[in-house]
């Protein structure tokens, strides 16, 4: 019965339309501290995708890829190398971390057409890397677009600890912005009773400012939706633009 049961879960979960799961860009290094122990060399995991139900979508290579630290932007987008997430084309590269600091790496995409939204996505990603003890900065706002803002310090996490960001769009905070939280499933070993637990949806509330209590270890990406003011055209007309401001954090187990 419960095998049956499992069965019936995950139907629910496969049979949903894929224009109603939510979509991610995704950045995630291959550690979210960086030390002596770790080595300096990161590597970084670039791609967009439905990271719970572990579907890919062809990540065309990115605008631009940078990394800042202590407020300066170095242009990384010349180190991506032709990848595979999930299946699907995707983008890796590989950083020297060699000096004490607090790495943000920064996706831009180019305009992804979802026909069956009948609109483009641009999703601007971030990951904050903290090195060799460092933690100055984690907070700084770098003039994107659209970006999550972390308040909680976005790293040396425990799973159950509360995570707050604000939303900003062109440098304002967006009140009541929906910001849509989903769990990389890595291993496929997660498994959702029902759609409605696949993509987790908090508000912000009236100053930007979002909350979520993480579950469980892992990574997470929080994914922050707003409609552009522009649209580009697709199939002859003009179709509109969905911004996301995107933020990956990873959540550890507790120790005790």
């Given at each position: 019965?419960?095998?049956?049961?499992?069965?019936?879960?995950?139907?629910?979960?496969?049979?949903?339309?894929?224009?109603?799961?939510?979509?991610?860009?995704?950045?995630?290094?291959?550690?979210?501290?960086?030390?002596r122990q770790?080595?300096?060399?990161l590597?970084?995991?670039l791609?967009?995708?439905?990271?719970?139900?572990g579907?890919?979508?062809?990540?065309?290579k990115?605008?631009?890829?940078?990394?800042?630290?202590?407020?300066?932007?170095?242009?990384?987008?010349?180190?991506?190398?032709?990848?595979?997430?999930?299946?699907?084309?995707?983008?890796?590269?590989?950083?020297?971390?060699?000096?004490?600091?607090?790495?943000t790496?920064?996706?831009?995409?180019?305009?992804?057409?979802?026909?069956?939204?009948?609109?483009?996505?641009?999703?601007?990603?971030?990951?904050?890397?903290?090195?060799?003890?460092?933690?100055?900065?984690?907070?700084?706002?770098?003039?994107?677009?659209?970006?999550?803002?972390?308040?909680?310090?976005?790293?040396?996490?425990?799973?159950?600890?509360?995570?707050?960001?604000?939303?900003?769009l062109?440098?304002?905070?967006?009140?009541?912005?929906?910001?849509?939280?989903?769990?990389y499933?890595?291993?496929?070993?997660?498994?959702?009773?029902?759609?409605?637990?696949?993509?987790?949806?908090?508000?912000?509330?009236?100053?930007?400012?979002?909350?979520?209590?993480?579950?469980?270890e892992?990574?997470?990406?929080?994914?922050?939706?707003?409609?552009?003011?522009?649209?580009?055209?697709?199939?002859?007309?003009?179709?509109?633009?969905?911004?996301?401001?995107?933020?990956?954090?990873?959540?550890?187990?507790?120790?005790?």
């Amino acid at each position: 019965m419960k095998r049956f049961a499992a069965v019936v879960a995950l139907a629910l979960v496969v049979s949903l339309p894929l224009s109603a799961l939510a979509h991610f860009g995704m950045v995630i290094p291959d550690t979210s501290v960086v030390s002596r122990q770790t080595g300096k060399e990161l590597g970084l995991s670039l791609s967009f995708s439905h990271p719970f139900e572990g579907v890919g979508m062809p990540l065309e290579k990115p605008a631009e890829f940078s990394v800042v630290v202590d407020g300066k932007k170095r242009d990384l987008t010349g180190t991506l190398a032709p990848s595979e997430v999930m299946g699907k084309p995707s983008w890796a590269s590989s950083f020297a971390v060699k000096r004490p600091g607090v790495y943000t790496f920064v996706m831009t995409p180019k305009p992804y057409w979802e026909p069956a939204e009948d609109l483009f996505i641009i999703h601007y990603t971030k990951t904050i890397v903290p090195a060799y003890g460092s933690e100055e900065g984690w907070d700084d706002e770098l003039g994107l677009k659209t970006e999550i803002v972390p308040l909680t310090r976005p790293f040396g996490l425990y799973a159950g600890n509360l995570f707050q960001g604000v939303v900003k769009l062109d440098g304002k905070a967006v009140p009541w912005a929906e910001v849509e939280v989903e769990f990389y499933n890595r291993d496929g070993k997660a498994k959702a009773a029902n759609e409605y637990l696949v993509t987790q949806v908090v508000k912000a509330d009236a100053n930007g400012v979002f909350s979520f209590t993480v579950p469980n270890e892992g990574w997470w990406g929080f994914s922050a939706l707003n409609e552009a003011d522009y649209q580009l055209e697709a199939e002859g007309e003009k179709k509109g633009v969905e911004l996301g401001a995107v933020l990956w954090v990873e959540f550890s187990k507790w120790q005790g």
